[in-house]
């Protein structure tokens, strides 16, 4: 959600600060900078130091569609467990992510093999999300110059617009970044453009409400704008956060024995 989440995202010391106070309805200044913003962002969709979510992904194209459900735990910014548990045929099927390093499991043919960069661009269990956009955590904190470019009030919040733009040589495939993000630190649309500067997809939150004792956005919908009859959709249904997890947990042998 950094896996964003994003997922995947956003999936990210004044930003903890802030989303330690989530639970009482802290929000953003206008004195906070947009790395402090989006780190914010990120921590409040995942936990500061851990999370337990179940979620639905819903695969929508124009003549079929399939749902899956998963588990997910993470650890800080950097270290995600997924595992599904639907359909029969993809349950056990699992990701594991830690730092920069991801590797997959097959439960059928009980194989777990490390992706290479070359394949990171490739779809995440055929969704509109690729594995790099599962594996980005922090990384817009560390490789793109981030900016806000504009403050809206929409619905009585005030609405942030960032731009991030890689630094030259930054290990990014994207051009640039421009993400929407309220001052209650709920991340609202995320847009990723090409090196032309023409925008390729975007994931926006269509759902946003109180879970684990935190409002977030609950349902997310990549699409991209070749196709905009096709898209993604992620959808949260419970989520407890700080919780204490065996690091045990975000291991290979875990990945492939589904250990908890």
């Given at each position: 959600m950094r896996i964003s989440y994003l997922m995947v995202a956003v999936l990210l010391g004044l930003a903890s600060g802030a989303v330690q106070g989530q639970e009482t309805s802290a929000t953003a200044s206008d004195s906070m900078t947009?790395?402090?913003l989006l780190a914010a962002a990120m921590d409040l969709q995942s936990g500061i130091a851990t999370?337990?979510?179940?979620a639905i992904m819903v695969v929508h194209r124009p003549d079929w569609e399939r749902t899956s459900t998963m588990v997910v735990w993470t650890r800080g910014r950097e270290d995600v467990l997924i595992r599904f548990t639907a359909p029969a045929k993809d349950a056990g099927n699992a990701t594991l992510k830690l730092a920069e390093k991801m590797w997959t499991y097959t439960s059928k043919l009980n194989r777990s093999i490390r992706l290479p960069y070359s394949l990171m661009s490739q779809s995440w269990g055929g969704s509109d999300f690729s594995y790099n956009d599962l594996s980005r955590t922090d990384i817009l904190l560390r490789e793109y110059d981030l900016s806000i470019i504009e403050r809206n009030q929409v619905d009585g919040h005030t609405v942030y617009v960032i731009e991030a733009i890689p630094y030259e040589n930054a290990p990014v495939v994207w051009g640039k970044e421009v993400l929407v993000i309220r001052d209650d630190f709920v991340l609202l649309k995320q847009t990723f453009y090409d090196q032309d500067m023409e925008p390729l997809k975007v994931m926006e939150t269509t759902e946003i409400k109180e879970l684990g004792g935190r409002v977030f956005g609950t349902k997310l919908r990549m699409v991209k704008l070749e196709s905009p009859e096709s898209y993604t959709e992620f959808q949260t249904l419970k989520a407890e956060f700080d919780l204490e997890l065996d690091d045990r947990l975000f291991t290979l042998?875990?990945?492939?024995?589904g250990a908890r």
């Open positions: 947009a790395p402090e999370s337990y979510t179940e042998f875990s990945l492939q024995s």
